[in-house]
């Protein structure tokens, strides 16, 4: 079997999906409508079994995890203390000449992707400018393909200021990038290089910044008093009702909030089919566990991340390093449990400075999609920074209280418990400084909260921290039905090839588990057997009965649909052949083998493979 190439296989994939009833575009009939779409017959399956999954294996798996269900639209304060009204932005920039918008931060993403772009890669490769060729280009096809990119709209001037750089006496070779961005500028000196629109390659204006959070108002009048955003996560219901959870859940810390359903961010510019969209699915889990120095007192010391103690289960010794990393482990080994391979994926672990300023740690677990190797899940320490905030913003206490604590803190020499509160002085100490605070404001401040923090510790008292993991359903389904998409190219007797898709889905997501089959329609007794056949695993798993046409066209139309199984009851199901009486065909999609089933063993051979 081969693997299409990785440009065309999106082109495939969005196919599929329309033909099969994956995936279809949102109000298509009345022309569709950006960042929104609908889930076929089959795409809600998939998605269905996706998310059974994630949800068994992160709740009911698990003593340690309950769920959640809220609401979609909540208290709009939620949103000011976890930092959305304030900061939920992405750079966005105007087209000055077609006006389309666009996201700044994804604008050199987007460039190569379009047709301008190429060719002009295509007629200087490597940054080799060829003057002429780029002159004659803007003169013909460019008009067309880039009409306001600088080098179309003024020629001589562009190319003159481009020739300028490159025939200086000390030029280094051009970027790729900075040609486009010479390409774009029409007077270097008086604006400095510009960034092309992806669209038209004309001039975008300065980013500025686009709040993320689609804005409504609750009740029959429109004002601020009542204004509501849809969530962009679904996280910060499991922060706001985390106490209550807590008491009814009969839970200790450490334990989780795990929460699925919609989200909805105003994307400037949504792509990518399903990847990113304006509405789409979140899983998430808010694993609250105790902070280090609580740890430190109850377990002795606090284990070292380096040590691999991650890989195997939980202890009472692990700090947030430990859990953090046991959480991305377990989220792989749940890739892997649905048919997605470890070398699929990359770790990427956010450098120092690119982290939150309340986060610790966060790593982006990448898939290599078909348009590259882009996030499908992130995973976060987050400290106690977002109970804290819902502490301070609702007045309601966050924090537990943990008798063990107490009692052990107790016991603690003081040496021991100078040394936590001068490590903690210096992280803090560290923290404010890169807030913007002058040394003795940030060793101050620093020493105030060490008073209360170790104060409440010695109580028993503290608020948990969190580690986060949250992922995507649709980006999980994209990547699915990327990894799971082959075609398989069969020649007949009569030497004709014809090449089909198959979607080799790992049977715990497939759509349909089993299709079945009577060989003839026209004979009663087939077509009866078949449906006691279906009627007999349906209350087990999806089945897909299917007398139409040639058996062939039958496999065939399943084995596009992902269904791992196929079952045919002919005549010796009937007892043609006495010795194979009840028995049927089962037919194995990936490696196309037939082995002969009796009928009453069939439920427990095929379970435990799609369960
Ligand atoms: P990105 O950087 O790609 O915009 P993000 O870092 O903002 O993503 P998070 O806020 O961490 O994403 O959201 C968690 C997960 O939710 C992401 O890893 C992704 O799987 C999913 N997600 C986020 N935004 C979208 C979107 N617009 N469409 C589909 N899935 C999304």
Same mark, same amino acid.
């Given at each position: 079997?081969?693997?299409?190439?990785?440009?065309?296989?999106?082109?495939?994939?969005?196919?599929?999906?329309?033909?099969?009833?994956?995936?279809?575009?949102?109000?298509?009939?009345?022309?569709?409508?950006?960042?929104?779409? %609908?889930?076929?017959?089959?795409?809600?399956?998939?998605?269905?079994?996706? /998310? %059974?999954?994630?949800?068994?294996?992160?709740?009911?798996?698990?003593?340690?995890?309950?769920?959640?269900?809220?609401?979609?639209?909540?208290?709009?304060?939620?949103?000011?203390?976890?930092?959305?009204?304030?900061?939920?932005?992405?750079?966005?920039?105007?087209?000055?000449?077609?006006?389309?918008?666009?996201?700044?931060?994804?604008?050199?993403?987007?460039?190569?992707?379009?047709?301008?772009?190429?060719?002009?890669?295509?007629?200087?490769?490597?940054?080799?400018?060829?003057?002429?060729?780029?002159?004659?280009?803007?003169?013909?096809?460019?008009?067309?393909?880039?009409?306001?990119?600088?080098?179309?709209?003024?020629?001589?001037?562009?190319?003159?200021?481009?020739?300028?750089?490159?025939?200086?006496?000390? #030029?280094?070779?051009?970027?790729?990038?900075?040609?486009?961005?010479?390409?774009?500028?029409?007077?270097?000196? #008086?604006?400095?290089?510009?960034?092309?629109?992806?669209?038209?390659?004309?001039?975008?204006?300065?980013?500025?910044?686009?709040?993320?959070?689609?804005?409504?108002?609750?009740?029959?009048?429109?004002?601020? %008093?009542?204004?509501?955003?849809?969530?962009?996560?679904? #996280?910060?219901?499991?922060?706001?009702?985390?106490?209550?959870?807590?008491?009814?859940?009969? *839970?200790? $810390?450490?334990?989780?909030?795990?929460?699925?359903?919609?989200?909805?961010?105003?994307?400037?510019?949504?792509?990518?089919?399903?990847?990113?969209?304006?509405?789409?699915?979140?899983?998430?889990?808010?694993?609250?566990?105790?902070?280090?120095?609580?740890?430190?007192?109850?377990?002795?010391? $606090?284990?070292?991340?380096?040590?691999?103690?991650?890989? +195997?289960?939980? *202890?009472?010794?692990? +700090?947030?390093?430990?859990?953090?990393?046991?959480?991305?482990?377990?989220?792989?080994?749940?890739?892997? =449990?649905?048919?997605?391979?470890? @070398?699929?994926?990359?770790?990427?672990?956010?450098?120092?400075?690119?982290?939150?300023?309340?986060?610790?740690?966060?790593?982006?677990?990448?898939? /290599?999609?078909?348009?590259?190797?882009?996030?499908?899940?992130?995973?976060?320490?987050?400290?106690?920074? %977002?109970?804290?905030?819902?502490?301070?913003?609702?007045?309601?206490?966050?924090?537990?209280?943990?008798?063990?604590?107490?009692?052990?803190?107790?016991?603690?020499?003081?040496?021991?418990?100078?040394?936590?509160?001068?490590?903690?002085?210096?992280?803090?100490?560290?923290?404010?400084?890169?807030?913007?605070?002058?040394?003795?404001?940030?060793?101050?401040?620093?020493?105030?909260?060490?008073?209360?923090?170790?104060?409440?510790?010695?109580?028993? *008292?503290?608020?948990?921290?969190?580690?986060?993991?949250?992922?995507?359903?649709?980006?999980?389904?994209?990547?699915?039905?990327? @990894?799971?998409?082959?075609?398989?190219?069969?020649?007949?007797?009569?030497?004709?090839?014809?090449?089909?898709?198959?979607?080799?889905?790992?049977?715990?997501?497939?759509?349909?588990?089993?299709?079945?089959?009577?060989?003839?329609?026209?004979?009663?007794?087939?077509?009866?057997?078949?449906?006691?056949?279906?009627?007999?695993?349906?209350?087990?798993?999806?089945?897909?009965?299917?007398?139409?046409?040639?058996? +062939?066209?039958?496999?065939?139309?399943?084995?596009?649909?992902?269904?791992?199984?196929?079952?045919?009851?002919?005549?010796?199901?009937? =007892?043609?052949?006495?010795?194979?009486?009840?028995?049927?065909?089962?037919? @194995?999609?990936?490696? *196309?083998?037939?082995?002969?089933?009796?009928?009453?063993?069939?439920?427990?051979?095929?379970?435990?493979?799609?369960?």
């Amino acid at each position: 079997m081969s693997e299409p190439k990785e440009n065309v296989l999106m082109e495939k994939i969005v196919s599929l999906c329309k033909r099969r009833g994956f995936v279809f575009q949102s109000s298509e009939i009345y022309g569709g409508i950006n960042g929104f779409w %609908d889930y076929g017959q089959l795409g809600a399956e998939l998605k269905r079994n996706v /998310k %059974d999954a994630w949800w068994k294996t992160i709740v009911h798996h698990r003593d340690d995890v309950a769920g959640l269900e809220a609401t979609i639209i909540m208290h709009p304060k939620i949103w000011e203390a976890s930092g959305h009204v304030a900061t939920f932005a992405d750079p966005m920039s105007t087209c000055k000449h077609c006006k389309k918008l666009v996201r700044f931060d994804q604008v050199w993403e987007m460039i190569p992707e379009n047709a301008w772009a190429q060719a002009i890669a295509e007629i200087c490769p490597d940054g080799l400018v060829e003057s002429p060729a780029l002159l004659a280009w803007a003169k013909g096809k460019g008009k067309h393909l880039a009409p306001n990119l600088a080098l179309v709209r003024n020629p001589e001037v562009t190319l003159s200021f481009l020739a300028a750089r490159v025939d200086a006496p000390d #030029a280094t070779r051009l970027t790729t990038k900075e040609l486009y961005q010479y390409l774009a500028t029409e007077q270097v000196g #008086a604006t400095g290089l510009q960034t092309p629109c992806p669209h038209c390659g004309g001039e975008l204006t300065a980013p500025r910044p686009f709040n993320l959070m689609f804005k409504s108002h609750y009740g029959p009048v429109e004002s601020d %008093d009542n204004v509501c955003y849809l969530r962009p996560e679904t #996280a910060q219901a499991i922060f706001a009702q985390f106490k209550n959870v807590h008491e009814t859940a009969r *839970q200790k $810390v450490p334990f989780g909030i795990g929460q699925m359903g919609k989200a909805f961010r105003n994307e400037v510019t949504p792509r990518n089919f399903i990847f990113r969209s304006r509405e789409f699915e979140q899983m998430e889990l808010e694993f609250f566990i105790k902070p280090d120095e609580a740890v430190e007192a109850l377990a002795g010391s $606090v284990a070292k991340a380096s040590d691999n103690a991650w890989q +195997g289960e939980p *202890q009472a010794d692990w +700090g947030w390093e430990v859990w953090h990393k046991y959480w991305v482990e377990q989220r792989i080994r749940f890739y892997e =449990g649905i048919g997605l391979t470890r @070398d699929r994926f990359e770790e990427y672990w956010q450098k120092p400075e690119e982290l939150a300023h309340y986060a610790r740690a966060c790593v982006d677990i990448l898939y /290599k999609f078909p348009f590259g190797t882009q996030e499908l899940e992130g995973i976060a320490a987050r400290g106690d920074f %977002d109970l804290s905030q819902h502490e301070k913003h609702s007045g309601k206490p966050m924090g537990v209280f943990d008798e063990e604590l107490r009692a052990a803190w107790g016991k603690l020499d003081e040496a021991k418990k100078a040394s936590m509160r001068a490590k903690f002085v210096l992280g803090k100490t560290a923290a404010f400084l890169k807030k913007g605070a002058d040394e003795t404001e940030a060793a101050q401040q620093a020493e105030a909260e060490a008073t209360v923090y170790f104060d409440k510790l010695a109580k028993g *008292q503290y608020i948990p921290h969190v580690i986060e993991p949250s992922a995507g359903v649709d980006r999980l389904i994209l990547a699915l039905l990327a @990894d799971a998409y082959s075609e398989l190219t069969t020649t007949d007797e009569k030497g004709k090839t014809e090449t089909r898709v198959v979607m080799k889905f790992h049977p715990r997501i497939a759509p349909v588990k089993v299709g079945i089959f009577p060989l003839l329609k026209n004979k009663p007794e087939l077509v009866a057997k078949a449906k006691e056949v279906r009627d007999l695993l349906r209350p087990h798993m999806t089945v897909f009965y299917d007398d139409g046409g040639a058996i +062939g066209r039958r496999y065939a139309r399943q084995d596009e649909a992902g269904t791992p199984f196929g079952l045919t009851i002919d005549f010796d199901t009937l =007892g043609e052949k006495p010795e194979l009486l009840d028995t049927v065909t089962l037919r @194995d999609r990936d490696t *196309q083998q037939q082995t002969r089933v009796a009928i009453k063993d069939l439920a427990g051979l095929l379970l435990p493979k799609v369960r």
